[in-house]
């Protein structure tokens, strides 16, 4: 596996949006910047590899993980802490350690799953179905066998009636975070699978801090949305209410 660091893929764009502010704008997210410089790749996976709030910049982030398939392996890219809108923050709080978006044959989707559901798991050429234990579990090949670690499967492995149920109920159409055990989901930024990634900082912070983070982030998401909301109230009062029909399809839809 090879492991790259981006450190070029931030744009000013989405520099201006991510400052946590109330001003209703439309800015590309850093997602939308890494699917367009990934436009012409037919496969990838991005994952919201970690998550943060910078108190004294008043400022929400996000890391990224992209992993793209290559012959014989898959490439691993991890992005630098970039800067998000609270609206996206808050849109993905309980996604930390999901893929939130993945471009499967030349078709994006953006409905979060567990990493690898999209890809890797159940595709013949990593692995396949072993049974033990009375159930049915995945298991890569040996020269993929990183990805056992990569998506934390040696503590917490894929069962294949999880795989089965994301498959048949869920792709491309809704997220998908495992059964739930005591109110806690088997994926997602508050299950167990995910906290046992220690390194993030997310995790590392103390509870009282994330809990202010998403206490903070609601209510200022729902300002955002609130003022957008009237911004385009006006702004249809101003034109009128004509609408024109784009050849085009919608990009990422």
Same mark, same amino acid.
């Given at each position: 596996m090879k492991c790259i660091k981006i450190l070029t893929i931030i744009g000013i764009a989405f520099l201006l949006?991510?400052?946590?502010?109330? @001003?209703?704008?439309?800015? $590309? @997210?850093?997602? #939308?910047?890494? /699917?367009?410089?990934?436009? #012409? @790749? &037919? #496969?990838?996976? /991005? /994952?919201?590899?970690?998550?943060?709030?910078?108190?004294? $910049?008043?400022?929400?982030?996000? $890391? +990224?993980? /992209?992993?793209t398939p290559r012959e014989d392996t898959v490439l691993s890219a991890v992005t630098e802490p970039l800067p998000v809108s609270d609206m996206f923050f808050e849109k993905h709080i309980n996604d930390m350690g999901m893929e939130i978006v993945s471009k499967v044959d030349g078709k994006i989707m953006r409905k979060p799953a567990p990493p690898g559901y999209n890809h890797y798991?159940?595709?013949? $050429? +990593?692995? &396949?179905w072993t049974q033990r234990d009375g159930g049915s579990f995945w298991e890569f090949y040996g020269k993929f066998a990183f990805m056992s670690s990569m998506f934390n499967m040696m503590s917490y492995p894929v069962h294949r009636s999880y795989y089965n149920d994301y498959r048949s109920n869920y792709y491309g159409s809704r997220g998908y975070y495992g059964p739930s055990n005591s109110g806690r989901n088997y994926y997602g930024t508050r299950s167990s699978w995910n906290q046992s990634r220690s390194s993030t900082a997310w995790n590392r912070k103390p509870s009282s801090f994330k809990d202010k983070v998403r206490s903070r982030v609601k209510q200022s998401a729902s300002t955002s949305r609130r003022n957008l909301s009237s911004k385009r109230s006006r702004s249809t009062s101003r034109y009128g209410s004509t609408s024109y029909r784009s050849r085009g399809g919608g990009f990422g839809k």
């Open positions: 949006s991510g400052c946590g502010s109330s @001003t209703p704008r439309y800015e $590309k @997210t850093p997602v #939308d910047m890494l /699917i367009q410089q990934l436009s #012409d @790749t &037919r #496969d990838f996976s /991005i /994952i919201l590899n970690d998550m943060n709030y910078d108190e004294s $910049k008043s400022q929400y982030l996000h $890391k +990224y993980q /992209i992993l798991v159940g595709n013949e $050429k +990593y692995g &396949r």
